[in-house]
């Protein structure tokens, strides 16, 4: 292949030159051997611009330091394996020169920065199969097609497997740009196929040339047409997408505030600092499978943490009820005070224990993403989030619905006085509903982990959020927290398209203001007398 790579070389030169230049080619060697700036530079400038077989070996030479001149005033190049060639014959020469008595040629910066420009030429024809590759792409993107001939005649005779793709394309992009009608029709074809990235660009910047033919330029505009739609739709539904992620972690995250807000009327600003409780927990018990457990079990740690993280947060959630909680039951503007002192607190406690900034490392199972069309991926982690949200809601639901236990919580939300003259231990019903709640929040801190870094103040993110969830939805209304949070979500994407991300929550904002002096009691309001308290 190396052979008759040079043999397109040498014809491709002939036919850009008359065999006379050759001549030249001494002279500019010569030129450069005198040392002469006046006559070194314009020396190197046409060596540059005579691309023959016998002078790509001498830039490469230049450029590696393997240059040297000898004392009756030749150019020798030292080989790899340790010998000698001479210039300016046409042919190199072995002969026997050492390196104590030649004197090295150095380029200047301009010269190496022009010689450099002609090194995916030169290692088309290398044996290393990496430094054609990297030619390969380097021709690619540089577009030059004065190289065409001889990237056909390397892509045709090229033996690594591992290449020839490669090459394909390469050899299909000079022709885009410089090839006759069918050539360029061939690769137009070979672009469609591949459907990538850089065929889009390459096709785009195709179709703005003026100099194509009308059959080229019909087929490919229908096909950047239908790329078009594609691509508009895919944002569409990822878009849709995203929006009900968001609002999946939204119910997470609002659920149990949800539940403390409708029962006790607790304004709890704590509530984004319990969900920080669960993403730690998750933290520290990665830790703990990382430092004692073998490799294997690993990502098995994320699924254990989700239990834990409830566990854990609802143990701190009864230790909160009990030392503050349970004295501001039905005094909003108190619980409100008393819940952000709490919440500055733990900020600061977990600063001083974590630091600023923790990583959770996501489970392999959960990495990468489900592709369902062309440029259409939808992220594993984020579909783990939204089914696990329609569990913990689907086990919400039958507890509050079907349970014992959520027929008092029920009682004692719709009415606490008769509630406990039935016999139903009021306080007793606050302080599980608030362990429950901060165990739902645990649980969304742990999901959160999947998509985020763990910080402090991380909590202070969903708070705002959970709130806004929780009063559109309607207070303790389990269904309108999903319905809002999904609503809330998807709205959020679809204004960041058209606004930027801040402005868009603005108006979300005013948005969900404005709903509220047309339905105060949220979505699904209480009917009845219950209703209008």
């Excluded at 230049?62 to 340790?82: F, K, N, Q």
């Excluded at 010269?111 to 792409?137: D, G, K, T």
């Excluded at 878009?239 to 029962?263: D, E, R």
């Excluded at 489970?363 to 939204?386: D, H, K, T, V």
Aim: hydrophobic fraction near 45%; include cysteine; proline fraction near 3%.
């Amino acid at each position: 292949m190396r052979s008759k790579l040079v043999w397109v070389i040498i014809c491709f030169t002939i036919s850009c030159s008359l065999f006379a230049q050759d001549l030249s080619v001494s002279q500019a060697i010569t030129d450069i051997l005198s040392k002469d700036a006046e006559k070194s530079a314009p020396a190197w400038t046409y060596l540059s611009k005579h691309e023959t077989d016998s002078i790509f070996p001498f830039l490469e030479a230049a450029l590696d330091g393997r240059l040297y001149a000898s004392h009756d005033g030749r150019a020798i190049t030292l080989t790899e394996e340790g010998s000698f060639y001479l210039y300016p014959e046409y042919l190199p020469t072995a002969i026997p020169y050492t390196k104590d008595n030649l004197e090295a040629i150095k380029l200047s910066r301009k010269e190496r920065v022009l010689f450099s420009e002609l090194m995916p030429m030169i290692n088309l024809s290398s044996p290393s199969v990496e430094m054609r590759a990297n030619a390969y792409r380097q021709i690619a993107e540089r577009r030059e097609t004065k190289w065409l001939s001889i990237v056909k005649e390397a892509a045709e005779h090229e033996t690594d497997e591992s290449l020839k793709s490669i090459a394909q394309e390469t050899l299909y992009t000079l022709e885009l740009q410089g090839g006759n009608n069918e050539e360029q029709a061939e690769a137009i074809a070979y672009f469609l196929a591949r459907k990538t990235t850089n065929a889009h660009l390459l096709l785009r910047s195709y179709l703005e040339r003026s100099d194509i033919s009308a059959a080229n330029r019909s087929t490919v505009k229908k096909q950047i047409a239908h790329w078009d739609l594609a691509e508009r739709n895919n944002q569409i539904y990822q878009n849709i997408f995203s929006g009900l992620s968001l609002g999946s972690i939204l119910i997470l995250s609002a659920l149990g505030l949800s539940i403390i807000y409708g029962l006790a009327g607790i304004i709890n600003m704590a509530h984004g600092e319990f969900m920080m409780v669960g993403a730690y927990t998750t933290f520290c018990l990665q830790q703990i499978f990382e430092k004692m457990l073998p490799a294997a079990w690993f990502d098995w740690s994320f699924f254990l943490a989700l239990p834990m993280a409830f566990i854990v947060t609802a143990f701190i959630g009864l230790i909160v009820e009990r030392l503050v909680i349970r004295h501001l039951y039905s005094r909003p503007l108190e619980s409100l005070l008393a819940t952000w002192g709490i919440s500055l607190i733990m900020i600061q406690l977990a600063r001083s224990i974590f630091g600023d900034l923790t990583t959770v490392k996501s489970p392999a199972i959960l990495s990468g993403g489900w592709e369902i069309s062309e440029g259409m991926i939808l992220p594993y982690n984020r579909l783990f989030i939204m089914g696990l949200t329609v569990v913990i809601f689907t086990i919400v639901y039958f507890v509050f619905q079907k349970s014992r236990l959520g027929v008092k919580i029920r009682a004692v939300t719709q009415n606490r006085n008769m509630s406990a003259c039935v016999g139903i231990s009021t306080q007793k019903t606050d302080m599980i509903t608030f362990m429950l709640g901060s165990g739902l929040a645990g649980v969304a801190g742990c999901a959160v982990t999947l998509i985020g870094n763990v910080v402090p103040d991380m909590g202070q993110t969903y708070v705002v959020d959970s709130f806004l969830v929780v009063v559109t939805g309607g207070v303790g209304k389990l269904v309108g927290c999903v319905v809002s949070g999904l609503g809330i979500g998807v709205l959020s994407k679809a204004f960041e398209v058209p606004f930027e991300a801040v402005y868009g929550k603005v108006l979300i904002l005013v948005l969900i203001i404005a709903f509220l002096q047309y339905r105060p009691k949220g979505l699904f309001a209480d009917k009845g007398r219950i209703g209008e308290d």
